[in-house]
């Protein structure tokens, strides 16, 4: 069913965007593990935060934003679900009514998640461990055209790659707040049809000790346009393409998107916390 329509906010506010900014020889890269030595992590390039930024509360039209035309798309869908403090049984249950939520929602042939993440607003706490994970603050896109093919490689049968390669395949992230409704910290999604795929993006290489991935941090473009749903609640979800193999321009590729601090958030909201799934969808 639709999202409700009720409206829960001004039509748009004026935020702060953190946008990449290229190194200025050589390729991005940032290291996962920090140096044993300085305790650093190696990172090459910068972000650069633009406090002028229009982004529009959708709530009540965002039925006009589709995976294809946008790169992402809300629906109203309750969670069977809910307890998100037990990680084996989020990857037994929750993973299951997901898979065939995003079936129904893409027509999808086949779904594999291959990870969450949950993020809760601790202020003052530092890490990146499952438990300490908060909102990102920067634009940015989960994985490159690079990294997406290598995601299938390293999660499916090796005997079932090449067919897979073959047909339409995408990476898409279903978004939820979890706990209570996620006024402060939301998530801002940056309409594909704004986007220079081109000269928008910086590949960024993600250096762990055993192998690389690649993720797109995003470039400040004044023509960006950015939206949100003000008041998400755990009844909603948010589905963000990553990536999409079909690249012939009648459709959304991929959706850059970031965690900002909305300056309408009541001062007395609770702390977001969120559970983002990130599932390989393959086409017949």
């Known amino acids: 069913m639709p999202v409700a329509t009720d409206s829960t906010g001004p039509s748009t506010v004026t935020a702060t965007i ?8 050589g390729r991005a890269y940032f290291h996962i593990n920090a140096d044993p030595v300085t305790g650093k992590r190696g990172i ?22 589709t995976l294809d035309n946008a790169g992402f798309q809300w629906y109203k869908s309750p969670a069977k679900f809910t307890a998100f403090e037990n990680d084996a049984l989020v990857e037994k249950e929750y993973y299951a ?20 993440t949950i993020r809760r607003h601790r202020p003052g706490q530092v890490g990146d461990t499952p438990q300490t994970r908060q909102p990102v603050f920067q634009a940015h896109v989960d994985q490159t055209t690079k990294a997406s093919i290598a995601r299938v490689h390293r999660h499916l049968p090796a005997d079932e790659v090449p067919g897979l390669l073959e047909k339409r395949f995408q990476i898409i992230n279903l978004w939820r707040p979890i706990k209570n409704v996620a006024w402060e910290w939301p998530l801002a999604l940056c309409d594909y049809r704004s986007v220079n795929p081109e000269t928008d993006t910086l590949p960024i290489a993600l250096i762990y000790p055993d192998r690389e991935g690649e993720t797109y941090g995003i470039k400040h473009n004044p023509n960006h346009k950015w939206k949100y749903l003000k008041g998400m609640t755990p009844d909603e979800v948010v589905l963000i393409k990553c990536f999409d193999s079909l690249q012939d321009g009648s459709v959304a590729v991929f959706t ?12 007395d ?16």
């Open 256 to 267: 850059p998107h970031t965690g900002f601090v909305d300056p309408t958030t009541p001062p």
């Open 44 to 65: 090459n390039y910068r972000h650069e935060e633009h406090n002028d930024i229009e982004i529009e509360n959708v709530r009540g039209k965002e039925e006009q934003y």
């Open 97 to 116: 009514e997901s898979i065939e939520l995003l079936k129904k929602l893409t027509g999808a042939s086949k779904v594999v998640i291959f990870d969450n």
């Open 269 to 284: 909201a609770p702390r977001r916390e969120s559970i983002e799934l990130r599932a390989l969808v393959f086409y017949d």
């Open 18 to 25: 953190n946008y990449a900014v290229a190194p200025a020889n």
